[in-house]
């Protein structure tokens, strides 16, 4: 049976296990499957800044990647043990001891005696070159003597302190494999060095749950449970590994997470994930006196990974969940204190996510939502949110948070744009002006009448707001063609012609909430400070394109919002009433 568990540094050299041999050390045998030590002078010097790094702080301990070995007997007849994986870190901990002169476990090569007698006699005056194992042996020496001659320089009982702590509150997880064949060993020797990915904490915990489960039970039984254990991890993993889901509940695409189940151990150990502290959490979690108790502990451990995994898609498939977690998520809200407060009632659940909602945007009035305010982002996302929310119950109604997530994390994130230009600095460069120009040209070229919103005065002395209808042909369609056939553009006559159509088709209110829109900056900046009918134009050829509009963004290019307007061109005084009209709608209640 597989054994997993952590062990000071100083139990690899010495433990109550240690055969009665002269002197009485562990032995460790290296394989000839595997090259040989190969590490240089900066992995060295990470491992000792790392264990100096560490005995200048208050941690308990401080965990190593993982030691695995498989049990064999010696020459002379005594246990010892076949590295499997972690031989490098072994021998450069023992010439770290064989430096500083401390009792330290012993080392030697399956089929390469001349390893075995060069890292037992290994001082100054043995350095050779004469072979890698030589070569790297005594580059690792030499560096160790250095870094701990400076050590010592000013601190006489640096050697004696940091001994104490390697070999008491260093740690290392132990994987000893059950009794394997040669063939078996490369094989997971093979596995374990591909692409020289360490074991991660959701391998390590899986190989400790089944390791403790098989208590009491017949080969048979133990079997017929592990294959149970492996099929349902294997669709954790499997519903986890689907971006919509993935992206539901995290924030980022964690891609040096190479099981994702680790995510849920990791909510349950409560921990940073360093360190391999999720996995000593596990084993601490686990550990007791009766191998009775350790089995329930690890079955009882597994069912509530289980029950935190049937939460995440509960809360993913009731699509009002979906939307508040969501919500929550994306602005880091504690998955942990959401897991807490979903141990009550569904309709209570829904109330109290709605409450936590609220808290996230400060701001509880739409009018001080204008371009540049900090909360501006937040309530347009939960603005989108909630429209889809509001629609019909349908698997497609529901707020992509894969695509918006990818976009704020990998493609340059998410401003606010304008939905009608804001007035802008002159444009200078030609090819720039010509886009401009041509772009405004086709979005414009088949109006002929343009019926804007005017105020005016009555004879009261009231504001009015009237329409007034203009042509568009002469007074600027002409204009952009006569600048477009010149050799040479007049940017002081295009600027002119810039501003007089942005005006044209403004109704004011540039910087206030119902003229402004989410998108992401990478389209944003594709829209420029182009007039409300090329936008439209651009918006409309980006999402044929497949790219992801938010849909409150594509309901105000088309026009949505408006019960009727035979302008699709032009973003009126009305439109925007219509569009401030469903914010409210949607988004006071959470205000109040």
């Not at 993935?246 to 189940?261: A, C, G, H, P, Q």
């Not at 707020?399 to 998410?414: A, D, L, Q, S, V």
């Not at 343009?450 to 007034?468: A, F, H, M, R, Y």
Request: with cysteine; glycine share 2%.
């Amino acid at each position: 049976m597989n054994i997993i568990e952590t062990k000071p540094i100083g139990e690899l050299i010495l433990n109550v296990k240690t055969p009665k041999r002269y002197p009485k050390v562990e032995h460790y045998v290296i394989p000839d499957f595997q090259r040989g030590y190969r590490w240089e002078k900066i992995h060295v010097v990470a491992l000792l800044d790392d264990i100096d790094n560490f005995m200048q702080t208050d941690e308990p301990y401080y965990c190593l990647q993982p030691i695995v070995v498989a049990p064999i007997i010696d020459d002379d007849g005594f246990p010892a043990w076949e590295v499997i994986d972690g031989q490098q870190r072994l021998i450069t901990l023992h010439i770290i001891f064989k430096q500083i002169q401390k009792v330290t476990y012993n080392i030697s090569f399956s089929k390469r005696q001349k390893s075995t007698k060069f890292i037992a006699e290994l001082n100054e005056q043995t350095y050779s070159d004469e072979n890698p194992d030589f070569h790297f042996m005594s580059v690792a020496h030499s560096v160790i003597t250095k870094w701990f001659n400076q050590k010592k320089e000013y601190d006489v009982s640096y050697i004696d302190e940091f001994y104490s702590k390697v070999s008491k509150k260093i740690q290392v997880i132990w994987y000893q494999l059950a009794d394997l064949d040669e063939g078996g060993k490369i094989d997971i020797f093979r596995r374990l060095n591909i692409g020289k990915i360490p074991l991660t904490d959701a391998e390590l915990i899986r190989a400790l749950l089944l390791s403790k489960m098989k208590y009491g039970l017949t080969e048979r039984e133990a079997h017929m449970r592990q294959a149970e254990v492996s099929n349902e991890w294997n669709l954790i993993e499997h519903e986890l590994r689907k971006e919509e889901f993935w992206y539901f509940l995290n924030n980022e695409l964690k891609d040096t997470m190479s099981s994702r189940i680790e995510f849920i151990f990791n909510i349950l150990a409560d921990g940073t994930a360093k360190n391999y502290s999720t996995y000593m959490w596990f084993e601490k979690a686990i550990k007791h006196k009766s191998e009775e108790v350790e089995r329930e502990n690890a079955f009882s451990l597994w069912d509530e990974s289980k029950i935190v995994f049937s939460k995440f898609r509960s809360w993913y498939y009731k699509r009002t969940l979906y939307h508040y977690v969501g919500y929550l998520l994306t602005y880091n809200y504690p998955i942990s204190d959401i897991l807490k407060n979903s141990k009550t009632t569904k309709p209570k659940f829904e109330s109290w996510l709605y409450g936590e909602v609220k808290k996230i945007v400060a701001t509880k009035d739409l009018k001080t939502i204008i371009y540049g305010n900090k909360d501006a982002e937040k309530v347009f996302l939960l603005f989108n949110i909630l429209t889809v929310e509001n629609l019909k119950d349908t698997p497609l109604n529901r707020f992509p948070f894969n695509h918006y997530k990818k976009i704020k994390t990998k493609e340059g994130g998410w401003s606010i744009e304008h939905i009608h230009a804001q007035n802008s600095e002159p444009m200078k460069e030609e090819k720039a002006i010509r886009t401009w120009l041509e772009e405004t040209f086709k979005a414009i070229e088949n109006i002929t009448i343009l019926e804007v919103e005017t105020e005016q005065i009555d004879e009261n002395g009231n504001k009015i707001t009237k329409p007034e209808k203009i042509e568009l042909q002469k007074e600027y369609i002409d204009r952009i063609i006569e600048l477009l056939s010149s050799t040479k553009i007049d940017t002081d006559v295009f600027n002119k012609l810039k501003d007089d159509l942005i005006r044209l088709f403004d109704s004011a209110s540039v910087h206030e909430i119902d003229n402004l829109a989410l998108l992401s900056k990478r389209d944003n900046s594709s829209l420029s400070n182009f007039i409300f009918p090329v936008k439209r134009n651009i918006i409309i050829g980006l999402e044929k394109e497949g790219k992801f509009i938010p849909p409150c963004t594509r309901n105000v290019f088309l026009k949505f919002y408006s019960n009727s307007d035979h302008q699709p061109y032009y973003w009126s005084k009305t439109d925007k009433a219509a569009y401030f009209k469903a914010m409210e709608d949607i988004l006071t209640p959470l205000f109040n």
